[in-house]
């Protein structure tokens, strides 16, 4: 294989793989602000429900979705052994343009905020 050709198949590698912002899918994002670890992180809307890694006090974790609907999204999460799964809110579309941020606060309540990237 010569440098062109494996440039070409890391590149196609790459971008099949879901790079943050090659993505075909609308991204979301959880940070938690909470002062404490959150495990047990399944973020879920119509058509998607995924797992996530354990977040650390001022960490975050992004993951592409894909819903098949237009849809809201849940959070729910373990925190100092209590498990929380407040009410879906936010929004979302089965579009690669939508960001999803959803924030966990101190008191370990969600807010999720949806914006459209051009």
């Known amino acids: 294989m010569n440098a062109s ?3 070409c198949f890391c590149l196609s590698l790459l971008l099949v793989s879901g790079v943050p912002g090659c993505s075909r899918h609308p ?3 959880v940070r ?3 002062g404490v670890t959150i495990t047990n992180v399944v973020i879920s809307g119509q058509g998607f429900s995924e797992k996530l890694r354990d977040i ?3 960490g975050s ?3 592409a979705v894909r819903p098949t609907a237009d849809s809201g999204l849940r959070l729910a999460f373990e925190a ?3 498990r929380y799964s407040p009410p879906e809110n936010g929004y979302l579309e089965a579009s690669p343009h939508y960001r999803v941020t959803a924030t966990v606060a101190a008191d370990l309540s969600v807010k999720v905020e949806s914006s459209i990237k051009p």
């Open 61 to 63: 974790e992004r993951t």
């Open 32 to 34: 938690n602000n909470s």
């Open 56 to 58: 650390v006090s001022g």
């Open 5 to 7: 050709s494996l440039a």
């Open 80 to 82: 100092n052994g209590t």
């Open 27 to 29: 991204q979301v994002t």
